[in-house]
Structure formats: C-alpha cells, structure tokens
C-alpha cells in the first residue's frame, strides 16, 4: 500500500495559566491509501488535537504545533502557505466532527452548507453546487433530498444532521478523511448505520479514514489499524485484530480488560484502570502511565520509553514485556 | 415567513391600542379639564353656562368612550387638534419640526455605527492587545459620560475655545447646507458617541462568542478564506445579540434627544414637548407621547423582524 500521511515527531503545546500543557508529544505515524486507522484513549490524551493539527485547525493562541512535520503528497503541511492548506482543507484532507448539533451554523440551510466546498474548491456556480449537494445528500440517505436542501439544521434530525456532516466531508472526493468523534451523540443503531455508510463511501472513493474515538467496539469492528495515546503520546500501534488478540502495553491491556465481552462469563467483575488520567500539564516523571500501571520496575520511574517494535506491525512503548 | 409577520403586525397593533389607551387616561386623569383651566386666565368664560357651553362645543360633554373614538379617529387622518398655547394646528407643528428631529436622528445613527461597529471589530480580532485594551477603556468613557456633561465640553472647546462649530441653534438645510450641517455635528455626536460605546462592547463580545463556535472551526476545515469564514459563517449569528441592543437604544435616544434638542436649542419633537408639558397643552403633549410609542414601537417590530431574518430558529415559532 502507497504511503499517503506521515506524521513525524509531532508536537502541540498549549500555553494556560497552569504552565505548558503538552497535549501532543513527540508523536509519529503513518497512513496508507484506502486504510481506516483508529486513533483511541481516554479523554484528553490529544487525540483530537493530533487530528486538528493535520489540517492546522489548532486555536492559536493558546495552542501551537512546536515541532515535527506533516508529509502529505510530498510536502510538509506546517511549513504550507494559508492559501495553501485553504486549499488542502475540505478538499484533499476533509473533517467531520462530532456534536453535528454544534458543527453545523445554525443561521445557514443544510444545502448552502453542503453546496460550499463545491463552491469553494470547485469553482462552482450556486445552481450547480446546489445540484450536486442534492446528490450528496442522496449518498447519505437523506430522504427527499432536494427539499430537504432548504432546510436548517435544527429542522433535521441528530443522525440527519451527522449524515449531512458526512456528506458535507465527502463533497470534494478527499484522499484522507478525519471522523472525530463522529458518533458520540448518537444512539447505538445509528451509529452503526453511519459508521458503515461512511466505511462503504471511502471504500467507494479509496479515501483513507482516520476514526478517532474512545469507543472500543467502534475501533474493532471498522479500524485496520490502531493508535492507543495516552497522556498526549502514542503508547502502542498495532493492527485492530492483533490489538484485540493480544495487547501488549499495560495501558491497552487495561482498557480490553474494561470491556464487557459478549462470551465472557457473567459473573466475572469488569476490571477498571486503577487512578486518574495524570494532569497534562504536571506529568508524572518517567513514563506517564506508571502510578496506574501493575507492571511498573524501576526504570519506569526513571525514564520514557519510546515505541520499541516488538513484533511484525506491532509496537509499544513500554520498558516491560508483558 | 408571512405568518410571523402577520403576528408582529398583530402585537404592535395590539400594543398600540393598549398605549393609546393609556396616553389618553393620563391626560383625562389630570384634575380639571382644558375648559376650566382656560377660565382660570380669561374671566370672560367664568360662567358655568358659557363654560358648559364650551364643553359641548370641544365635544367635552361626549361619553369618555366616544371622546377617546373620536380621538383616535381624528388621529389617523391628521387632525391632531390645535395647540393651546399657539392656536397653531399640533399637525402642522409637528411636520415643521419633524426634518431637525429626523436629521438629529440620522446622525445619531451615523455616528454611533460610524465609530462602534468598526471598533468593534478591530477589538474583537486583536483581543487581548493594548489596542484591545484601549478601545475597551474608551467605550467606557463613552458609555459613562452624562450627554449634559460631553455637551458642555464639546460647546466650551469648539465652540468658544476654537469656534468651529455654532454653540447652538437650527440652520435647515435647504437654506444654507454647509451651515445646516455644521450646527447639527456637535448634537448628532453627542449623541452618537454614547451608543457607539454599547455598540462597540456587544460587536466585540459577540464576535469573539460565535468565533469561539464549532461550526467556525467546520468551515475553516472546508477551506473557506478567513474572511468568507467572517462574511458567510460569522456576520448573522453576531448581528443577533448586536440588533437586541440597538433596539433598546433607539427607545433611550428619545430621553436623549429631547436632552440634546434642549441644550443645542434644536427645534424638534423634543423641544416641542418639553415646552408643552410645562405649558399643560393637553393635545400637544398627548401627540408627542403617542409619536414616540409608535416610533418605539415601530423599532420593535423592525427588530422583531430582522430576528426573522437573522436567525431560521425563530421563524418557526
């Protein structure tokens, strides 16, 4: 598979009133064509920042991309012009956020909303974008498309309103697609409707997808491939079978190990990971996960470890070998 | 769209019955009647047949209910009954006085989006900066300043100290234009700054709420140009809380007004009165105060309206 993103050695920073808060530290990945990769942890680990900062989306102030590179198409994202990554935005790499109640403008029609990146991108006329977000909402299953076009968002329902995000994501063909959350508001049915409806849509366009959720069913059921963050650092990368089968970072064998599972016997207690998530910007020295962790030595306390292959496709950062 | 109309329409007439009602008990709940306070200053009338008289005559003797019909009727079609300090026609007092008011007024308007929505502007995009700060702090001042107060000093400074402008009175403009205009800079800004102050701290407040908004963060990820971001996405839902206070201000400009007409001895609907209610000349004062409910009100279906406009949420309703 053709290599299309790779992140090297990202990191953001944000600046509060409690001192610099790395919410992003020193994170590297990589992303091929037609792949789904699933980006998981509690919240607050900097899953949403990684993903905003693909397309510069960080607010700033306070927050800021100190260091690495974003390579896509053979050119660094950070170091691109605004016109530049206008350009990129909606286009090549899209986004569909979560809360479609506030991610849509609630002053505007769905259709002049869905119209837009034909208008912006493609240089179209208003009639002809309108016809064709016409189209992209039929590719949604939105009913009766054409007059729901003059709708506003509070006259759509919450799936509606998600599927009009979805479509409004997938207008301009975009080579990589960034779901946050995508599901979070919804009911479970729903969410199953929109999480398969959009794995067909990028199947269809040969997007690649990045999903970014704390829902471990979501991960395993749709991801190829999966990020565990915590605490703003990638802590294991595997693929989704294999992170299910056999987790290796203390951190992602607590999590499998706080789900319920349908074969599991009924009496057995789920188990949750002990503590809290650390504070961002007074992280514990060492490795960040270690006043949680049941296999933590020494050396934990010491120093970080960085993400140390451990089997084909399969990395953790992580001093132990569990 | 039409039905909401048709319900604004519905309320303000409603409102408007309502505050007619109320004009006219105020001035019928004054002890005496015109008659009787006539008789006081002419001894000719001191007689209770003459005055009966002069009762039936003014159409006093009527039922209440039918006084107040036949004011009303009256009021629609321009009669608005003679004034009893003048004997002129109320009417044609109030069309003679009506271009000073008009013009006051659209320079107040002038002045205050002028300096408030720019300020505002540049305040909300370079938030937290000296320049932020400054412009902040000055809208203080402006809102603070008393108009009596900021009225004075602009007369002492430019109008003794450096004699630009003309301390007070009224030059129309179809006399001489450039004489009309500067008479009326000193008032329409006295005005002007105090609003542009409000304005300008519910512009940047605004602003910076709906560019705090996910769907801000959903267009700029769709590639729009900051300033599309602005124009299409931002403009609308800042303008919401902005049209509120502008509504409510343009029902306190008329205490305003009626203070500036009388300091720069403006002659218009303020002076006039003003004038009337120290004189009791029932018919003018009951003009004035119904003029001003309707322009009040009038603002308010403006600003019920444009609510429409602005926000698809409230249409439905």
């Keep these: 598979m053709a290599k299309l993103l790779s992140v090297n050695n990202l990191s953001v920073h944000f600046s509060t009133g409690n001192g610099v808060v790395k919410a992003v530290d020193q994170i590297s990945y990589e992303l091929n064509t037609g792949e789904t990769l699933g980006i998981v942890g509690e919240s607050g680990c900097g899953k949403s920042v990684s993903a905003l900062s693909l397309l510069r989306l960080i607010p700033n102030p306070p927050g800021k991309i100190v260091d690495g590179e974003i390579l896509f198409e053979g050119r660094d994202l950070l170091k691109a012009s605004k016109e530049e990554i206008c350009d990129i935005r909606g286009n090549k790499i899209a986004m569909i956020f979560q809360e479609p109640m506030t991610s849509l403008n609630p002053v505007l029609t769905i259709g002049q909303q869905v119209a837009e990146p034909f208008m912006v991108h493609q240089q179209m006329k208003k009639k002809q974008a309108a016809a064709e977000a016409v189209k992209a909402l039929k590719k949604v299953h939105i009913p009766d498309s054409g007059k729901r076009l003059a709708d506003y968002p509070h006259q759509f329902s919450g799936g509606m309103r998600q599927r009009a995000m979805i479509a409004m994501g997938l207008t301009c063909a975009p080579k990589i697609i960034i779901a946050d959350e995508p599901t979070t508001a919804l009911d479970v049915t729903i969410q199953a409707q929109l999480l398969t409806l959009m794995k067909q849509l990028t199947i269809d366009t040969g997007a690649a997808l990045i999903i970014i959720t704390h829902n471990l069913g979501i991960i395993a059921r749709y991801a190829d491939r999966v990020n565990v963050m915590y605490a703003g650092k990638i802590v294991e990368k595997a693929s989704a079978a294999d992170l299910y089968k056999y987790p290796k970072h203390p951190y992602a064998i607590g999590l499998m190990a706080s789900v319920p599972k349908l074969d599991q016997d009924v009496k057995t207690r789920l188990q949750p990971i002990e503590g809290q998530p650390p504070d961002l910007a007074d992280l514990p020295e060492g490795c960040a996960f270690h006043p949680r962790c049941r296999y933590k030595i020494e050396q934990c306390r010491v120093s970080a470890p960085s993400l140390r292959t451990i089997s084909d496709d399969h990395e953790i950062a992580c001093w132990v070998d569990v | ?317």
Excluded at chain 2, 78 to 104: A, H, K, N, Y
Excluded at chain 2, 200 to 222: N, P
Excluded at chain 2, 232 to 248: C, E, Q, S
Aim: charged letters at 15%; glycine letters at 8%; a neutral charge.
């Design chain 2, 1 to 317: 769209m039409k039905r909401y109309l048709a319900k604004r329409l519905l309320y303000a007439l409603l409102i408007l019955f309502l505050v007619s009602i109320l004009i006219f008990s105020i001035a019928r709940l004054l002890p005496g009647d015109p008659i009787q306070a006539a008789a006081m200053m002419n001894m000719d009338l001191a007689n209770e047949e003459i005055m009966d008289d002069l009762r039936s005559q003014f159409g006093l003797d009527r039922p209440v209910v039918l006084q107040y019909g036949v004011w009303v009727k009256d009021f629609f079609v321009g009669e608005w009954g003679t004034s009893f300090g003048s004997g002129e026609p109320v009417f044609e007092m109030f069309l003679r006085r009506l271009p000073v008011t008009l013009e006051l007024f659209a320079g107040y308007v002038f002045w205050s989006f002028l300096i408030g929505f720019p300020l505002g502007v540049i305040s909300a995009f370079k938030r937290n900066t000296v320049l932020d700060a400054a412009i902040t702090s000055t809208a203080i001042v402006g809102i603070s300043v008393p108009v009596i107060w900021e009225a004075i000093v602009l007369i002492y400074l430019f109008s003794v100290h450096f004699q630009i402008f003309p301390p007070s009175g009224y030059v129309p403009f179809s006399e001489n234009s450039m004489e009309n205009v500067l008479c009326m800079i000193m008032p329409t800004f006295v005005l002007g700054t105090h609003s542009a102050g409000m304005y300008m701290r519910y512009v940047r407040s605004s602003l910076l709420e709906v560019l705090g908004q996910d769907y801000i963060r959903t267009a700029r990820a769709k590639g729009l140009k900051e300033m599309a971001v602005i124009m299409r996405h931002a403009a609308k839902p800042a303008m919401i809380p902005v049209v509120t206070v502008i509504g409510i201000d343009w029902g306190y400009v008329i205490s305003g007004s009626f203070l500036v007409e009388y300091m720069f001895a403006l002659p218009g609907f303020g002076r006039m009165g003003i004038d009337a209610i120290a004189a009791r000349d029932y018919p003018v004062i009951q003009a004035t105060l119904l003029i001003v409910a309707l322009f009040i009100l009038m603002v308010n279906l403006a600003v019920d309206l444009l609510y429409g406009y602005l926000d698809p949420r409230v249409r439905v309703k």
